[in-house]
């Protein structure tokens, strides 16, 4: 236990932190992230080669390379970050933490600058203070994001859309002792709003939107659904599937895949 704690503290710096990232546990789940990619990084190889050159390609067709942004960069796992930087003249990397590797990767690149921001538009925040859950949910139409997207000539959302809700409505269940019947309606707006703020015609957007758990002892596969907003209906569109977790603690008992796509409108 002492050893997990000096890890994040030594990784994220906590007093630097938003205290809302903290406490809603964006921390703990990006140091999941690291040491699940630790753990599985030849089963992710395929995955994270489809997202980077989806995004490439993406980024070749732009018409405009002033400026682009990446949302949920993350560790840069998934991030052809060296190729966008010669592609574009600025690249912002866009995310509620920053883990300090890639503070110093971004410190010696002098076009790529790291933004902090709440990609629900406010609605960590607000689950932190809200008195009531029903408080919070009608509160939720009216979010607005945290960055002006508008201003990019490329916006790449990147395996984050599934995310928003997730590490949220976790946190919404603890707090106010509400089930997932109530949840739905809050993964469905979260998702949606994070869609129809996304820039037409210069955006790309890459999610799992299914969870395929496949049991070890051969029984029948379970397959859940991830997203529940409407995605974009474009012909420009890649799918394929990502070998997520194969030491069954994502899920146990059972190797989870993720069913992947990536779209660009």
Request: aromatic letters at 10%; hydrophobic letters at 40%; a positive charge.
């Amino acid at each position: 236990m002492k050893y997990c704690k000096k890890l994040i503290d030594n990784i994220f710096k906590p007093k630097t932190l938003p205290a809302a990232a903290r406490r809603a546990g964006y921390v703990s789940d990006q140091l999941g992230i690291r040491n699940r990619f630790l753990r599985e990084s030849g089963n992710w190889k395929s995955h994270l080669d489809n997202t980077r050159n989806f995004i490439v390609e993406a980024a070749r067709r732009a018409e405009k390379r002033t400026s682009m942004a990446v949302l949920g960069s993350g560790w840069l796992y998934d991030v052809p970050l060296d190729e966008l930087s010669q592609m574009f003249e600025s690249v912002t990397l866009v995310d509620i933490v920053h883990p300090e590797p890639v503070k110093a990767r971004v410190a010696r690149m002098s076009n790529v600058r790291l933004l902090t921001a709440d990609l629900t538009g406010g609605a960590v925040r607000q689950a932190m203070s809200a008195p009531s859950f029903t408080s919070f949910a009608g509160w939720l139409p009216s979010a607005v994001p945290d960055i002006n997207l508008s201003e990019f000539d490329l916006v790449v959302s990147v395996n984050l859309l599934n995310q928003l809700d997730i590490i949220l409505c976790d946190y919404l269940k603890k707090r106010f002792r509400v089930g997932e019947e109530q949840l739905q309606p809050v993964r469905k707006m979260v998702q949606q709003n994070h869609i129809s703020w996304l820039p037409a015609g210069r955006t790309c957007l890459i999610t799992d939107y299914c969870q395929v758990d496949i049991p070890l002892d051969g029984s029948q596969k379970k397959e859940t659904q991830l997203v529940y907003a409407d995605l974009p209906q474009t012909p420009s569109k890649a799918e394929w599937e990502w070998v997520f977790d194969t030491n069954q603690r994502y899920s146990e008992k059972n190797n989870t895949i993720f069913k992947v796509m990536a779209v660009c409108f």
